[in-house]
T-cell receptor, first 115, second 108 residues
Framework: GAVVSQHPSRVICKSGTSVKIECRSLDFQATTMFWYRQFPKKSLMLMATSNEGSKATYEQGVEKDKFLINHASLTLSTLTVTSAHPEDSSFYIC???????????FGEGSRLTVL | DAKTTQPNSMESNEEEPVHLPCNHSTISGTDYIHWYRQLPSQGPEYVIHGLTSNVNNRMASLAIAEDRKSSTLILHRATLRDAAVYYCIPNRDDKIIFGKGTRLHILP
């Protein structure tokens, strides 16, 4: 079964609203989680590193005020897309380390559609 | 991060072996070579990784060149379920950067 779970798997929202996506590690703790976005037919792009109990580290070009990341517990990280626009429509994927360097568990992904 | 070169796409017949190549000539000595795959509309999944020696697991085999500048992922008997994008990723920590990968098509 899945060891990293995302919710919701699909969400549709109106422009200007905010959407929260949850990423949970099941049966293990993750002090670090990673958030990616993926446009159709494109590869995954790393957005940010979520750190439990501290601020997230964002990749260059990713707006931290637009993509709010919170990692309040060792099993939950959330990504909130604020004031969503149609161009934010994408497949958002989170991952968590297994403890073996470079091996990650990935969530099933959350498909966001902004109307 | 080491740069990788993979074919954009490959085709294989079902139940035949598939060899997916990857060039990573700028790999550093401490980088592992990881392979992930992404099935349609799903998150990526770990396939295999290695450092210097060839590796086998239930999903695939990984053949690593002696100079470590290239590697080949081997699916011994492809099934339709193996149709996916395969990513070769040299790295040494948990922050994984994905390249473009190889889209593998399996013909029934």
């Amino acid at each position: 079964g899945a060891v990293v779970s995302q919710h919701p798997s699909r969400v549709i929202c109106k422009s200007g609203t905010s959407v929260k996506i949850e990423c949970r590690s099941l049966d293990f703790q993750a002090t670090t989680m990673f958030w990616y976005r993926q446009f159709p037919k494109k590869s995954l792009m790393l957005m940010a590193t979520s750190n439990e109990g501290s601020k997230a580290t964002y990749e260059q070009g990713v707006e931290k005020d637009k993509f709010l990341i919170n990692h309040a517990s060792l099993t939950l990280s959330t990504l909130t897309v604020t004031s969503a626009h149609p161009e934010d429509s994408s497949f958002y994927i989170c991952s968590a380390p297994t403890g073996r360097a470079g091996e990650l568990f990935f969530g099933e992904g959350s498909r966001l559609t902004v109307l | 991060d080491a740069k990788t070169t993979q074919p954009n796409s490959m085709e294989s017949n079902e139940e035949e072996p598939v060899h997916l190549p990857c060039n990573h000539s700028t790999i550093s000595g401490t980088d592992y070579i990881h392979w992930y795959r992404q099935l349609p509309s799903q998150g990526p999944e770990y396939v295999i990784h290695g450092l210097t020696s060839n590796v086998n697991n239930r999903m695939a085999s990984l053949a690593i060149a002696e100079d470590r500048k290239s590697s080949t992922l081997i699916l011994h008997r492809a099934t339709l379920r193996d149709a996916a994008v395969y990513y070769c990723i040299p790295n040494r920590d948990d922050k994984i950067i994905f390249g473009k990968g190889t889209r593998l098509h399996i013909l029934p």
